[in-house]
């Protein structure tokens, strides 16, 4: 294989890893905004139920309100994941 095949064929993969990225990057994105959405629904549920008065039990509902920031943790870590050792040595040996 010459030098402008092995050239090609990095080109080929820069292209299949850059795509790739650009889709993690859109669904990140919009997991971010759906979390907002759902933090921004959650906070007007709460002064509605407050505005009713306290015969509604929510405990379900701060439940759920108490998992958001381990949600939004997992999303922050896909946005900015840390590379293992191990892929980092791998990814810095080139391969052809």
Not at 46 to 66: F, H, N, Q, R, W
Not at 68 to 79: G, K, R, T, V
């Amino acid at each position: 294989m010459g030098l402008y095949e092995t050239l090609a064929r990095l080109e080929e993969k820069v292209d299949l890893i850059m795509a790739a990225q650009d889709d993690i990057n859109a669904a990140v994105t919009a997991l971010t905004a759906f979390l907002a959405d759902l933090s921004n629904d959650v906070a007007a549920i709460k002064v509605e139920l407050a505005s009713v008065g306290s015969t509604v039990d929510t405990s379900k509902l701060d439940a759920l309100i108490a998992q958001l920031p381990a949600a939004q943790a997992a999303i922050d870590a896909l946005a900015n994941p840390v590379p293992s050792s191990s892929t980092a040595t791998a990814s810095a040996r080139p391969q052809l």
